[in-house]
């Protein structure tokens, strides 16, 4: 069963591009929402985190939207580069811990042409 | 620089055999766990420990077991490797932020 259920499975962007990710989840137990990068070769990164008590975080291009009441979180990466061609995955944590057990997404290959 | 290193980065074994994967970390963290990781299912989690010689299921645990004897060391053991466990396999610790090593690609024969 498939907590956390992530969508596009590939996504295909032009540079300069906005590419966006979605996550929806069903647990209303979980309240730590990070996003992970994996490049080729190397395991998952965090990337940027949220937690419910806000309903957008922003770091840099990346942009965590959060949608409580719709049980929806989705990634935005705006001016889509080339370097960041990667595998992202949603991810979810109840117990409010940035440290403990994650439930992932099942991941989406993004791929930003020059 | 912290890390969370893995014995083997790819490992070929044979239906039955049992296996051993290895993770280390040198970040002094209490946490650490093992996830596997297969295309269009993401990360699944198999064992976690919270503290020496404390370990608890995952979602996945079925054909595994583990072992934590030192706080820097977490062991994945499958006792009689199948096909279906063919996969990546990825070692992580957490303290304040989890961090993953860069993962064991097993192959089953």
């Known amino acids: 069963q498939q907590q956390v259920k992530q969508s596009p499975q590939s996504l295909i962007v032009q540079k300069g591009g906005i590419s966006i990710i979605n996550c929806a989840y069903e647990n209303t137990a979980f309240d730590y929402f990070p996003w992970y990068q994996q490049f080729p070769g190397k395991g998952p990164a965090l990337l940027i985190a949220?937690?419910?008590?806000?309903s957008e975080k922003k770091e840099g291009r990346f942009t965590i939207s959060f949608n409580k009441s719709a049980k929806q979180f989705s990634l935005h990466i705006m001016d889509s580069q080339p370097g960041d061609s990667a595998t992202y995955f949603c991810a979810a944590n109840a117990g409010g811990t940035s440290y403990g057990k994650l439930t992932f997404g099942q991941g989406t290959i993004l791929t930003v042409h020059p | 620089d912290v890390k969370v290193t893995q014995s083997s980065r790819y490992l070929v074994k044979r239906t039955g055999e049992k296996v051993f994967l290895e993770c280390v970390q040198d970040?002094?963290?209490?946490?650490m766990f093992w996830y596997r990781q297969d295309p269009g299912l993401g990360l699944r989690l198999i064992y976690f420990?919270?503290?020496?010689?404390?370990?608890e299921k995952g979602d996945i645990p079925e054909g595994y077991s583990v072992s934590r004897e030192k706080k820097e060391r977490f062991s994945l053991i499958l006792e009689s490797a199948s096909t279906n466990q063919t996969s990546m396999y990825l070692c992580a610790s957490s303290y304040r932020e989890i961090i993953f090593g860069p993962g064991t690609r097993l192959t089953v024969l």
């Open positions: 949220i937690r419910p008590d806000v």
């Open positions: 420990s919270y503290d020496v010689k404390m370990k």
């Open positions: 970040m002094d963290h209490e946490n």
